[in-house]
């Protein structure tokens, strides 16, 4: 055998074996729920370690990585699947005390095919940005995001410099330490093998498409703002995509920005998950810069001004989602998440709805929406608060006697309610599908032209408290 | 510099199918070393031998290392030692544990095994586990790290590499002096 070596003044190693050029490798990353609230404020493992993909994805042209969040998958060799998952045991074998993860990948003629990514489960894991933190037995808590940037670099084709007779800065060195990000020598590495990304090329803005029906109105954008606290506390934002085909969307979390409003105490990072109607997490962003989408929102119009503030696009099918918004590090502060649909098919939201905490003066709950068409919308506003103490969601701290105003768009009051039982509309609310269940809640059933309005969620005698506010469409 | 493994050059000549590994392993001290340990020994390579094992999922390929074992440190290994690894060749088909040793007949090595046929890479720290053996130009036995780099600081290991392996190259019996120093033995 001999060896072959290229002068230059990288010290990356190449394992000798690549991807196809131009392939789009899909990772099941069913690490799962932490159980808990991590360093970062991240509760899922999938959604701390995913970033890891969009580091690598920057800087590669001929190769992406893509991540289906919240798929379970036990990974075996020789299955085709590509996952990345906790793990006991590797080919029933024990890792080794000191093990963190293992990567191992199947490939034919120098081409791979396959790779897996197995993360030890006996280890201590969170998910951290910094140095390197200990933990009491004196070891490195592994962050489950740097470890897996190391790890796909392996899955890329790249080895160890420093097993290698390299000195260099680089997150593939053998060791986990104090970097957490690609050095230009792992970045030097994967574009040896996937060409170098070349800058976003920029896309016209996108031109308005016209409804089938100019007449037809729908809820076109809905947005709520609010203070975003931990725990329970952080802001839910619900929606429903109703029709028969899919729905192209933009969700995104300003916090700085707000601040440039004159908005005082904002969420400084915010960061954004998407969950489907069980649960799962299907898409995640942190810091909208950051991954495989910055052309596509920059395209969209409605990037965020400020690079710590979230944004993600999704082709969501039919059915109910739930947006939920944290503060990273478990920060505080006043949050806005705003959805937008970024196409005309027939599909619309039927459902807007968020939960969090009520409190006074700015950190009352506010929702927004944006009624697109020429003919009236018939809706209902609900604001729900103690009937949540109750089974089966059991929330402590609810907001016990919520009062509910709806204002255009100029701010002027259009409606408002406490105790939907006391208003003049009681029978007509009574007679939908979505009479509050508790007489403290308030409901506004209304019919709005197009264009933008706002709805306010505030305590009855500045009380404080967990609320719900829903806008549901009765013409679907 | 780059470098191309030499055994996957030697694969992309051919239509192979290979499998490869890599770990990311926190580097132990020389006192996790020493203490867990179940057996410290310093052997030569006389066979490596490798084979398909287990179903469906859990089928791969596992290698078996023999050593003649030249000096009993740590335990009783006997007068020779078959470590089972994870990985190895086995006719056109490789699988590969990218940062575990490889062995090949007639090397000399120092290594500290813990849980051998139960864990991947039985020897503690998966690949710091394994120190080479080599003369150096007086032809003294001396110590090198598993990556190749000369062992000069044994306290320094598990902690800064750089220092671990900065100057001239310890002696085999100052290495296995300092293994039975932090084991409670003394050499004879």
Known sequence: ?476 | MKKLLPSLLAASTFALVSVALATTVIPPSFDDLVSRAEMIFQGTVTDVRSEWTGEGGQRHIASYVTFKVDDAIKGNPGAKVTLNLLGGTVGAETMEVTDAPKFKVGDRDILFVENNGTQFVPLVGIMHGRFHVQKDENGRDVVLTNDGAPLTDVNQLGKDKRAATAGRAISTREFKQAVQSRAGHTLP
């Open chain 1, 1 to 476: 055998m001999s060896c072959a070596y290229l002068t230059s003044a990288d010290a990356y190693i190449l394992e000798g074996a690549s991807w196809p050029r131009g392939s789009v490798v899909t990772f099941q990353l069913g690490l799962g729920s932490a159980g808990r609230t991590l360093i970062d404020g991240n509760t899922s493992w999938d959604v701390a370690a995913s970033p890891a993909m969009n580091a690598w994805d920057k800087v590669m042209a001929a190769l992406q990585f893509n991540a289906n969040l919240g798929a379970g998958s036990a990974a075996a060799s020789g299955d085709g699947v590509n996952s990345i998952v906790f793990s006991s045991t590797i080919f029933g074998q024990t890792f080794g005390s000191q093990t963190l993860a293992v990567t191992y990948w199947r490939s034919s003629n120098s081409r791979i095919v396959e790779a897996d990514v197995l993360f030890n489960n006996h280890q201590a894991f969170d998910s951290y940005r910094g140095p390197l933190r200990f933990g009491s037995n004196g070891f490195a808590i592994g962050d489950i995001r740097r470890v897996l940037t190391h790890e796909l670099g392996h899955a890329l084709g790249l080895d160890h410099p420093d097993q290698h007779g390299q000195n260099v800065d680089a997150i593939m060195n053998s060791v986990t330490s104090d970097r957490e990000t690609l050095s230009n020598d792992d970045i030097n590495g994967a574009q040896s093998m996937y060409s170098a990304a070349s800058a976003p090329t920029p896309t016209p803005a996108p031109t308005p498409i016209s409804s089938g029906n100019p007449t037809a109105s729908h809820l076109a954008n809905i947005s709520t703002r609010m203070n975003v606290g931990t725990g329970n506390n952080v802001m839910i934002g619900g929606f429903i995509v109703s029709g028969s085909q899919s729905k192209t969307v933009l969700i995104r979390v300003l916090g700085p920005t707000l601040g440039s409003l004159g908005v005082v105490n904002v969420l400084a990072d915010p960061m954004l998950e998407l969950h489907d109607s069980r649960g799962a997490v299907i898409a995640a962003n942190d810091d909208w810069q950051i991954g495989s989408q910055v052309a596509q929102i920059n395209a969209s119009g409605y990037a965020p001004k400020n690079p710590n503030e979230s944004a993600l696009m999704a082709s969501l099918a039919p059915g109910s989602y739930t947006a939920i918004v944290r503060g990273y590090n478990g920060s505080t502060g006043i949050g806005l998440v705003e959805i937008y649909e970024l196409d005309s098919v027939p599909t619309r939201f039927s459902n807007i709805s968020t939960r969090g905490l009520v409190g006074t003066g700015d950190n009352v709950l506010i929702g927004g929406l944006i009624v697109n068409g020429t003919a009236p919308k018939n809706l209902i506003l609900r604001a729900i608060g103690p009937s949540m103490a109750a089974p089966p969601t059991s929330l402590a701290g609810t907001l016990s006697d919520p009062v509910l105003e709806l204002h255009d768009g100029s701010g002027n009051l259009v409606a408002s309610n406490d105790d939907w039982g006391s208003s003049p509309q009681a029978l007509a609310i009574a007679a939908t599908a979505y009479r509050p269940s508790n007489a403290k809640e308030s409901a506004i059933m209304a019919t709005l032209t197009g264009g933008s309005y706002t709805a306010i969620v505030r305590g009855a005698n500045n009380t404080t408290g967990i609320a719900l506010i829903e806008a549901y469409d009765l013409d679907r």
